[in-house]
Structures are given as C-alpha cells and as structure tokens.
C-alpha cells in the first residue's frame, strides 16, 4: 500500500544548527503537507508542496517527485523550533492524507 | 478568515457511554471535513471524510460514526466507548482545490 517513511524519528541539535527532516513515498504524490504539532497536540500547516521549492523564513520544504521525497530544512534552529514534524501525503484521493511517523526535534541552548 | 472550532476541549468518559464531538468551520463555504484519530505517541489516523452536507466517507472506522448535518458542521459519535477510544481528535478543512487541510485545535479523550 502507500507508504511514507519519515527520518529520523529524533534529532537533537545545538542552537544554530540547521536542521534537516525527509519524507520519502512509494507511489504517486498530488503534493506533500508539512506539520508542526505543538506539545498539546494541535497541528500547524507550515507547507503545502506539490513539487518544487517552498521558503518562509528560516524554513525550507523541497519536493522531488522523481526521487519520491520531500524535505524540510529549518536554517539557525531556535530552542523554540523544538517539538514534533509530520508529513503528510496527498496521494490518489485528494481525501486522505498518508502521514509519516514524525520527527521529534530538540534544540538545545 | 476562516476559523475552525472543536468541542468540547477534553472529555473524561466511562466505557459504554456514548459520545459525541463536534466541529464548525465559519468563513468557508463547502469546505471538505475531515476527522482524525491520535492514540498517544502513536501516528494520526484518518477516520472520516465529507465533501458535502449529508455525505460522510469512511477511511477507518474504529466503531465510529460520523455526520454532517450542516455545511460548516461535522459530528463525530458512538453509542459505546470502548478503552482504544482514547486519544486526541483531529477535525481539520480543506477547499476544493488545492486540497491543503488546516486542523483545529482537538478534543483530547480519555476514557475509563
């Protein structure tokens, strides 16, 4: 079945560092969802990327559909860009969504 | 703007009670509705889609149901908890294209 395998499962950074998460798919992708989930649980849409490259602020998200991965670069990562990152997949149905595991991410001061 | 709104915020159930949470989305017209399902530390699970009122889609049930009576509405229930209910609720819109899903804030669950 459709798959999306997300690495690593944790990263711990010092302050500054940069910061890179993947995504990879096994099928087709209409576009790829990149979320930052808050300790209380809420999700909060940083990407919506169907291919290409996407920039807001310190953060990256880079679609290769050839490759069959997205990344998510956070540049000069900041104790406050610590917390959990998912991915998720917009595949045949443009109805459900296939998400990744996450990556927990800790920046250390 | 549009806002997406849960309630209630958390719930402490018996098994065997029944249940029901809601949604509203206000400033959009026909969005798609979603429910999602978290356990703890586990992966978001998608349970219902609808794409208009009166219609829901099933992805995985769980012992669940779901219902929208309005167009900026989406109903989540069961007459029966059971223990594996437990976990954070997820409703989130979409429009009709693109299909970039915005979620609200959830409805944490724990039942006894």
């Known amino acids: 079945g459709q798959q999306v395998q997300q690495s690593p499962a944790s990263l711990v950074l010092q302050e500054g560092e940069n910061a890179e998460l993947q995504c990879n798919f096994s099928?087709?992708?209409?576009?790829m969802q990149w979320f930052y989930q808050r300790p209380g649980g809420s999700l909060v849409s940083l990407f919506y990327?169907?291919?290409?490259?996407k920039q807001s602020g310190r953060l990256t998200s880079t679609t290769v559909i050839k490759e069959r991965r997205s990344s998510l670069h956070i540049s000069s990562s900041q104790t406050t860009d610590s917390g959990t990152y998912l991915c998720?997949?917009?595949?045949?149905?443009?109805?459900?969504?296939?998400w990744g595991s996450g990556t927990k991410l800790i920046i250390k001061p | 703007a549009q806002t997406i709104h849960q309630w209630p915020v958390a719930e402490i159930k018996a098994v065997g009670s029944p249940l029901s949470l809601g949604c509203t989305i206000k400033?959009?017209?026909?969005?798609?509705l979603y429910w999602y399902w978290q356990a703890t530390g586990g992966t978001l699970q998608q349970l219902f889609y609808?794409?208009?009122?009166?219609?829901v889609e099933s992805v995985v049930q769980l012992n669940l149901s779901a219902s929208r009576p309005k167009d900026d509405q989406f109903i989540l229930s069961t007459e029966k908890l059971l223990l594996s209910h437990s976990g954070f609720y997820l409703c989130?819109?979409?429009?009709?294209?693109?299909?970039?899903?915005?979620f609200g804030p959830g409805t944490r669950l724990t039942v006894l």
């Open positions: 989130a819109w979409s429009g009709t294209g693109p299909y970039e899903q915005y």
């Open positions: 400033g959009k017209s026909s969005p798609n």
């Open positions: 609808s794409i208009t009122v009166g219609q």
């Open positions: 099928t087709s992708l209409n576009s």
């Open positions: 990327n169907p291919s290409g490259t």
């Open positions: 998720a997949m917009e595949s045949d149905s443009n109805y459900q969504l296939i």
